[in-house]
C-alpha cells in the first residue's frame, strides 16, 4: 500500500504582554515580535504526490510550507463588547503561493496567550492551494496527420492519476485528494467529445480503420482552409477534490487542467499525392 509521510511542524507564534508593546501600538498592547522572523506566524509542512483512490499518498520528495499570520485588525462591532484587560483584536490570514487560503473572523486574544489553532477546513485549503495537477499529455492515432473518414484515437499518455497534499499543524492533519473525473476534448471543427477516462492506447495490430472503444472522432472536413491549415485540438482535464482529516471530510470546487496541439487534417487523396 502507498504510505504518506508528514512534515513536522514548527510553531512560532508569540504574542507579547502588554509591558513588551510598543506605546504606538494601537491595538490594546499586544503586537508581535519583529525581530528575526515576524512572529504571530505558524509554519507547517505541506507534503505533495500521487495517491491512489483510498487517499494514501506516494511522496514524490518535494516538500512545501505555509504561512498563517495573526494580523491585529482595529474591529469594533457594538453587538460584541470588548473584553477587559489588555489585549486586542486579530484576524488569522493564511498564506499560500502568495495568495490568501484561509481567514477567521476577528478574535479577541489576551496579551500574552497564544492564538487558536487552525480548524481543519482551513488547513484544507492550505493542502488544496499546494495540490501539483500534471498537465494532459495528448496522444492520438494517427500520431501526426489525420485522415477524412478515418477514426482518430484519442488519449492521455499521462496526467490521468489521482494526486494529493497533505497540510498539518499541531493536533491537525489533513489530505486533499483530486481525481480525474473526465477529459473534455475540443477537436477544433466544432466538435466535443467527453470521456470518462483517459482513452485506450491505440495498439499495433489493432485495425487502423476501427474506431476508439472509448475517446475518438471522425474528421468530416480537411483543416486546409483553417489558420496555418490546422485545426486547433485541445483537451481539459477535470478533476474532483474532496478532504479529510481530524475526524472532519468535506469538498472544493472541481479543479481543471489543460492541453492544446495544432491538428493537421487532409483528404486521403491529397496524402497519397504528395
Known amino acids: 500500500m502507498?504510505?504518506?509521510?508528514?512534515?513536522?511542524?514548527?510553531?512560532?507564534?508569540?504574542l507579547l504582554t502588554a509591558s513588551s508593546a510598543s506605546a504606538a501600538d494601537p491595538w490594546g498592547g499586544v503586537t508581535c515580535d519583529p525581530a528575526g522572523?515576524?512572529?504571530c506566524d505558524l509554519v507547517a509542512g505541506v507534503s505533495t504526490g500521487s495517491a491512489d483512490v483510498g487517499g494514501n499518498v506516494s511522496q514524490d520528495g518535494r516538500e512545501d510550507a505555509f504561512a498563517c499570520r495573526y494580523v491585529p485588525v482595529d474591529h469594533v462591532d457594538p453587538a460584541i463588547p470588548r473584553p477587559d484587560g489588555p489585549g486586542g483584536w486579530f484576524r488569522l490570514i493564511c498564506s499560500a503561493d502568495g495568495?490568501?487560503?484561509a481567514s477567521r473572523p476577528p478574535v479577541w486574544l489576551p496579551a500574552g496567550q497564544a492564538g487558536p489553532a487552525l480548524a481543519p477546513d482551513q488547513?484544507?485549503?492550505?493542502?488544496?492551494?499546494r495540490l501539483r495537477l500534471p498537465d494532459p499529455a495528448i496522444a492520438m492515432n494517427p500520431p501526426r496527420e489525420q485522415l477524412v473518414n478515418l477514426p482518430t484515437w484519442l488519449w492521455l499518455s499521462d496526467g490521468w492519476r489521482p494526486i494529493a497534499a497533505t497540510a498539518s499543524v499541531p493536533g491537525v492533519v489533513v489530505t486533499a485528494v483530486a481525481e480525474p473525473v473526465a477529459a473534455v476534448w475540443s477537436t477544433g471543427d466544432g466538435t466535443t467529445v467527453t470521456c470518462?477516462?483517459?482513452?485506450?492506447?491505440?495498439?499495433?495490430g489493432r485495425d487502423p480503420k476501427g474506431a476508439s472503444p472509448d475517446c475518438g472522432h471522425t474528421f468530416r472536413r480537411a483543416s486546409a482552409a483553417q489558420p496555418a491549415g490546422t485545426y486547433r485540438l485541445s483537451v481539459t482535464l477535470r478533476w474532483n477534490v474532496r478532504w479529510s482529516g481530524a475526524g472532519q471530510s468535506g469538498s472544493f470546487s472541481d479543479l481543471t487542467t489543460n492541453s492544446s496541439t495544432a491538428l493537421r487534417v487532409v483528404e486521403s487523396q491529397a496524402l497519397n499525392s504528395r
Do not use: M, Q
Not at 509521510?5 to 510553531?11: D, E, F, I, R, S
Not at 488547513?123 to 492551494?129: L, N, T
Open 99 to 101: 495568495k490568501n487560503t
Open 2 to 14: 502507498l504510505t504518506h509521510k508528514l512534515l513536522a511542524p514548527t510553531v512560532v507564534c508569540v
Open 123 to 129: 488547513v484544507a485549503e492550505i493542502a488544496r492551494s
Open 37 to 39: 522572523n515576524p512572529g
Open 196 to 204: 470518462s477516462g483517459p482513452g485506450s492506447a491505440f495498439a499495433v
